[in-house]
């Protein structure tokens, strides 16, 4: 199965609604690798990698996020996975 990484930002209501959270265990659900962070301009951040099929689940469970986020937008960048890639999903420092 062929793989695919993906960096992502998501915009809205989405920090303090325990989006990084549901995210990375999302994430994990489906097998994938990568972080996701929190931006200081409001946004989170993640780097996501592993079975393209799993990778486009996730950034479909992010156009919407859980319940009490808002989401207003996903932008969406091919990327390479990181040359030293973590076992699993983590959450990092805010940025």
Do not use: H, K, Y
């Not at 993906?6 to 990568?34: K, N, P, T």
């Not at 301009?41 to 592993?50: K, N, P, Q």
């Not at 937008?73 to 996975?81: D, R, T």
């Amino acid at each position: 199965m062929p793989e695919r990484a993906v960096r992502l930002r998501v915009r809205g209501l989405v920090q303090g609604v325990g989006f990084r959270w549901s995210l990375c265990s999302e994430a994990q659900g489906l097998g994938l690798r990568g972080w996701v962070r929190n931006r200081s301009d409001g946004s989170v951040e993640a780097l996501a990698w592993g079975e393209a099929e799993a990778v486009a689940g996730l950034l479909a469970w992010a156009t919407q996020g859980p319940p009490a986020a808002r989401v207003s937008g996903v932008e969406i960048l091919e990327a390479a996975p990181e040359a030293d890639p973590t076992e699993g999903f983590e959450q990092r420092p805010s940025l």
